[in-house]
């Protein structure tokens, strides 16, 4: 049976990156000099998945017009040791977030009856991109947010401080999300989500679920030119009994490296034998092969089972 992430992870592979190149710390570019123009994306044989910790000199962060930090870029996330990749839960303990009891049930639903929403090139909506391993580009200006993802997925953010969430909003995969600023911070609050137990919508690589209650409230800081933070915490009282929080760290790109053109549903031939589930998770918070003992049943239960 084949997961929705080794579909996924096998797309990408095929239809984006023929050919992969790891860079040692040392070969990290800073920006270019003024007058120097940086590479463009035609000249670049692939574009590195992974970051790699820079370890030059310290270099600012730009700013833009409002003179606040300027977030643009091309950021590839950067490993922690022994935390787990796309698990939203990699900082809760044994990395298993707090389920309430309907989340308990909610997962295992999502584990025996669902399948990975990317996997048949579904948005993967907010949080779960926070958490993915693959990187992004974002595009900001004093007015606006453009997150740019993989599957030629975009996410727009107006930063204005007089506006306000609207009342019963229609869910979206994205949400309905409003920045501002707190200091040197860009405060983003989501609402309005799908509900992963009548939505195809998961709230991160691991099969884990997201209710229509769910508020991601994410601080986003760029230190220094190289590296880009996110503190993001998620509130979501039907399926978990507290909130959670989520930190990440990217690496800035080489320069002239971007997204390119990625079409999901081309030549996407397994979408129809995808089986349920994120595929077993291990001991180390991580979904793929080689837990035998957390294989999922022959048999499924029906949604009855779960109560939903």
């Not at 600012?60 to 300027?70: E, T, Y």
Request: with cysteine; charged share 20%.
């Amino acid at each position: 049976m084949m997961s929705g992430r080794t579909l996924s992870a096998m797309a990408v592979v095929a239809g984006v990156v023929l050919a992969m190149t790891d860079m040692s710390p040392a070969q990290v570019p800073a920006p270019p000099p003024p007058g120097v123009a940086p590479q463009t994306p035609s000249e670049l044989t692939a574009n590195d998945l992974r970051g790699r910790e820079y370890t030059g000199p310290r270099v600012d962060a730009p700013r833009g017009l409002d003179g606040k930090p300027d977030l643009s870029g091309y950021w590839r996330p950067l490993r922690e040791a022994g935390k787990p990749t796309g698990n939203l839960g990699k900082d809760e303990p044994a990395f298993v977030l707090p389920f309430s009891e309907t989340g308990r049930r909610a997962v295992l639903y999502s584990q025996n009856h669902t399948i990975d929403p990317e996997a048949l090139c579904v948005l993967g909506g907010i949080p779960r991109h926070n958490g993915s391993g693959l990187p992004f580009e974002i595009l900001h200006t004093p007015k606006r947010l453009a997150t740019l993802y993989f599957y030629n997925t975009h996410r727009w953010v107006s930063i204005d401080e007089t506006q306000r969430h609207p009342q019963n909003p229609d869910p979206r995969y994205f949400g309905h999300a409003l920045a501002h600023w707190e200091g040197e911070a860009l405060v983003i609050e989501t609402v309005g989500l799908r509900d992963s137990s009548r939505d195809r919508i998961w709230l991160d690589e691991n099969g884990n679920p997201t209710s229509d209650e769910t508020r991601v409230t994410e601080r986003w800081t760029r230190p220094d030119f190289h590296h880009l933070t996110l503190q993001m915490t998620v509130t979501d009282l039907k399926y978990y009994t507290r909130p959670f929080t989520f930190t990440r760290t990217w690496v800035a790109g080489d320069p002239g490296q971007g997204l390119t053109e990625y079409a999901c549903n081309e030549n996407n031939i397994d979408a129809a034998h995808i089986g349920p589930g994120a595929g077993a998770i291990g001991p180390d918070g991580n979904r793929g092969y080689g837990y035998q003992d957390l294989n999922l049943p022959a048999n499924p239960p029906g949604p009855e089972k779960y109560g939903l």
